[in-house]
């Protein structure tokens, strides 16, 4: 059974930093692309950033770029994702989700399994 559990979530000032994980087990880590995802309230869940599976390439959305970064330790099964000067549209649940596809897909729909998110809450 495939369990992505986050984590690294919390309050935060704007401009101060956050650190999401994302520890994976039942599957082989190294064969998936990751991604991670946000959802704010009353919005759809958008992309934010992908890593393929051996962690040499990324995407990220243009809304976060430079801001965020992902990376992955496929010895931890684990997936990271770096906030750095978080402003408070950065408040949402952020999932961690695995895809099969080669390289960074960017589409929800390409994703088969998904965390249960952890909160972002940035104040002004």
């Known amino acids: 059974q495939v369990q992505l559990v986050e984590s690294g979530g919390g309050l935060v000032q704007a401009g101060g930093s956050l650190r999401l994980s994302c520890a994976a087990s039942?599957?082989?880590?190294?064969?998936?692309?990751m991604g991670w995802f946000r959802q704010a309230p009353g919005k759809e869940r958008e992309f934010v950033a992908a890593?393929?599976?051996?962690?040499?390439?990324?995407s990220y959305a243009d809304s976060v770029k430079g801001q965020f970064t992902i990376s992955r330790d496929n010895a931890k099964n684990t997936v990271y994702l770096q906030m750095n000067i978080l402003k408070p549209k950065d408040t949402a649940v952020y999932y961690c989700?695995?895809?099969?596809?080669?390289?960074?897909?960017?589409?929800?729909?390409?994703?088969?399994?998904w965390g249960r998110g952890t909160q972002v809450t940035v104040s002004s």
């Open positions: 989700a695995d895809s099969i596809q080669i390289g960074w897909p960017v589409r929800p729909s390409s994703y088969g399994n």
């Open positions: 890593i393929s599976r051996s962690g040499s390439s990324t």
């Open positions: 039942g599957l082989t880590f190294n064969g998936y692309a």
